[in-house]
């Protein structure tokens, strides 16, 4: 996605630094990311991080719309859901204002991101160990690490384990959730 978004905003030719930049734009957007906060961090003009910032609102108008209608329902309601079901309750939403309000719209934004991709995570984990042991495989599933699943893979069961794992990711999870 961060590679994705330097290109949008850079060209196919990106450095390092703009990548970085498109980073932060990316995760920045969930949390309200001002043009001043990005000039900051990376040494630009405000005027240049204020470009970025459109430019990925351009790109991206769906993300936007989406943390739109996050706001209002948590606004109204109180709490906010992951797809999955997972529900965080943030009552004092309903009440506040300014900049307790904005607190808490950044967290509404990443609660149901940070929740799915953990449920994800987890869900991986579970599908692999089952496909693993379908297969009668001695390879384990032993940790999850932030974002990853980790394996013990036997030599002998590298290829067999990878497309279990490609499979399991890119079909088996995302089709059924």
């Known amino acids: 996605l961060h590679d994705e978004t330097a290109k949008l905003m850079f060209g196919p030719e990106f450095t390092k630094e703009q990548r970085s930049i498109a980073k932060n734009i990316n995760f920045g957007t969930v949390y309200g990311i001002s043009a001043f906060s990005l000039s900051q961090k990376f040494r630009i003009e405000k005027t240049k991080s204020q470009e ?17 209608v996050q706001h209002r329902f948590i606004r ?35 609660f149901p991101i940070q929740q799915l991709g953990a449920q994800i995570n987890n869900l991986a984990a579970w599908h692999l160990r089952e496909a693993y042991q379908r297969g009668q495989f001695d390879s384990l599933v032993v940790n ?10 036997l030599p002998d069961e590298v290829r067999a384990c990878e497309s279990i794992c490609r499979r399991v990711m890119e079909q088996e999870v995302p089709g059924r959730y």
């Open 52 to 68: 970025f910032i459109q430019s990925h609102r351009l790109a991206f108008p769906q993300v936007y719309l989406w943390m739109a």
């Open 76 to 110: 109204e309601h109180g709490w906010i859901q992951s797809r999955l079901g997972q529900v965080r309750h943030l009552p004092r939403a309903t009440k506040a204002e300014d900049q307790e309000l904005k607190a808490i719209f950044r967290q509404a934004g990443n």
């Open 144 to 153: 999850q690490v932030h974002d990853s699943v980790l394996s013990d893979v």
